[in-house]
Structures are given as structure tokens and as C-alpha cells.
């Protein structure tokens, strides 16, 4: 049993040493994992001239779901969440253009319409189904339920995790800090990351270390990208969701986070009274990121929402 303890002791220790020593080698080594305990792969595909970096998994076959990450987030966002899908769906999770591996451009348009038919393009590149289901998460939701509205006939089935595209009634924590100067969404150090990830959780999901500092450099890198993106989009609203919501026919599952502090769970009341019909599910103890920090009931509900779409 000493020789065991010992043995472990040493380990935690070349594995300490490794990730201060390759930081970015044990990083791709722990998601490299991860993807594969989620049952999928790396794949890239150019489509209409743009390079795509995507995950794909499941039977070949199977109904099609596609999960779209949100501002600032990448494909590995929904892993721990998608790993309850690849056993009965062939899933799709993109790296949304201007994100993740994908090259940065100001001289394109990110907008949200700009990129539903970039999403389009990429959904008729992948999958031989007539129709998919549909997932998008915050930034991602938005594009999401712009789809449903300009390409309804590719839908079976859309969900709205925590989206963007509404105006709330109460205004989010997020938005306050942000009137007063202070950008939570914008690190620029190892500190506002972790910062930036206690905001958008209610209880942080587990990260290992070595991950949690690449992603943090990643997003220190990407910060005046992302300045640039919010300074253009100014106070105009592009693609609002209300007047869209009430002409949706596709089933439609929204799921929030009750401790929301990006976007006040009071978008829901405004969502509901225009899209009556729809599920709705508000996890408590939950913020920004329920695909994150709740992957096994969100998951769950996910499932229950798409064994009853026809």
C-alpha cells in the first residue's frame, strides 16, 4: 500500500510537472480525452470557401443534431453534454466562424443573419437529412431561432439554451457592470478569465488546470476581437427574437439557468407569452452555462424534449 502511494504521488507529479512544462501538450491531451469519452472526433470541411473545424460522432444514419456554442465559446463547450447524445443521434458541434479554430476577420460580417446562412451552408455540407435538430446555446440560440425563421423546413426540432436575441425585463448583472465601464465579458489576464467564468456560473464546472490556462490565454488573445465585435454591433439590435418567436411552428424546448447573470432569466416570461406552445424548463442553482455546469440534466431534458417531437 506505501509503494502504491508512492507510485500515485510520483504520477500527480510528472503530471504536474508536464502541464507547467507543456502546458498547450497536456491541454490537447486532457480534451483529446474528453472528446473521445464523448464519442467524437475531429473533422474539418471547406464549404463555400470557408474552413469549418467541427466535432462529429454518433451512428451513421441516425436522426442529425447540431449544437451551436455561443460568444466567445468553441465546440468543446458542449462536450460533457453531447457525450449523452452520441449513443442514438449523429451530433455535429462547429466551431462557429470567427471562433474557436477558425480564422479571425474583421473584414467579414459576424451578424447574426451572416452567420445563420453560414450555419445553413455548413448544416446542407454535413447531413444527407431532409431535416435536423437544431441546438444553440446563448449567441448560438440566437442564430438558432433565426434559423428556425429563415429556414424552417430544415427543422425538426430547435432548443434555446440561456439565448441571446431578447429583451429582458430585468437587466442582467452582466449589462449593469457593463454600463458602468467594467466589461466582465473581456479578460485580459489570467485573473478576469476566472473572473469572467464565476460570473457566468452559478457553481464553476471542474476544469484541470492546464486546460483552464490555455482557454484562459485563448480568451485573453481573442479579447480585442471580441471589443471589435461588440463596438460594431453598438445598441443596435440586429435580428431581434420577439417578432420571430410568435411565427414558429417547430417544436421547441427552451432551457434557462435561474442564476443567470448574462441574461436575465426574466427573458423567459417575454418568451413564453410569444411562443406559448413551447417547453420551457428553468434549472435552479444554475447560471449562464446549464450545457456546462448541469451537462447530465440538461442532457436529460434534451432527450425527454426530442423522444416526444413526431
Not at 512544462?21 to 464519442?39: C, H, K, N, W, Y
Not at 474583421?106 to 437544431?134: E, M
Not at 430544415?154 to 441571446?164: A, G
Not at 490556462?213 to 480585442?224: F, G, K, P, R, Y
Amino acid at each position: 500500500m506505501k509503494k502504491l502511494g508512492i507510485a500515485l504521488a510520483v504520477t500527480l507529479l510528472l503530471a504536474a510537472v508536464a502541464g507547467a512544462i507543456f502546458p498547450q501538450e497536456v491541454a490537447s491531451f486532457l480534451v483529446d480525452t474528453e472528446r473521445g469519452r464523448s464519442g467524437l472526433t475531429y473533422a474539418s470541411r471547406t464549404v463555400d470557401g470557408e474552413t469549418w473545424h467541427y466535432l462529429k460522432g454518433g451512428p451513421e444514419g441516425a436522426e442529425t443534431i447540431v449544437l451551436l456554442h455561443g460568444f466567445g465559446g468553441d465546440k468543446d463547450n458542449w462536450l460533457r453534454f453531447a457525450a449523452r447524445l452520441t449513443d442514438d443521434y449523429r451530433v455535429f458541434v462547429p466551431d462557429l466562424p470567427g471562433f474557436g479554430q477558425t480564422p479571425r476577420d474583421l473584414s467579414l460580417d459576424y451578424g447574426v443573419a451572416a452567420q445563420t446562412g453560414r450555419v445553413h451552408r455548413f448544416i446542407v455540407a454535413v447531413s444527407d437529412d431532409a431535416s435536423v435538430h437544431l441546438a444553440g446555446h446563448s449567441m448560438g440560440g440566437h442564430i438558432a431561432g433565426w434559423y428556425a425563421h429563415t429556414h424552417a423546413e430544415r427543422l425538426r426540432s430547435l432548443m434555446l439554451v440561456t439565448n441571446s436575441g431578447i429583451r429582458t425585463p430585468v437587466q442582467s448583472d452582466i449589462d449593469r457592470r457593463r454600463a458602468a465601464g467594467d466589461d466582465v465579458t473581456l479578460p485580459r489576464s489570467r485573473e478576469e478569465y476566472r473572473r469572467l467564468i464565476e460570473w457566468a456560473s452559478h457553481e464553476p464546472p471542474f476544469i484541470p488546470w492546464p486546460v483552464g490556462n490555455v482557454l484562459a490565454d485563448e480568451s485573453i488573445a481573442d479579447t480585442d476581437f471580441k471589443a471589435e465585435l461588440i463596438r460594431r454591433r453598438g445598441n443596435r439590435r440586429e435580428a431581434p427574437l420577439e417578432p420571430v418567436l410568435a411565427t414558429l411552428e417547430v417544436p421547441t424546448l427552451v432551457l434557462w439557468g435561474r442564476e443567470d447573470r448574462f441574461i436575465d432569466v426574466s427573458a423567459v416570461d417575454v418568451m413564453r407569452t410569444l411562443l406559448p406552445d413551447a417547453r420551457y424548463e428553468i434549472l435552479d442553482e444554475t447560471g449562464h452555462l446549464p450545457i456546462l455546469e448541469r451537462a447530465a440534466d440538461s442532457a436529460a431534458i434534451y432527450r425527454d424534449f426530442l423522444d416526444a417531437v413526431p
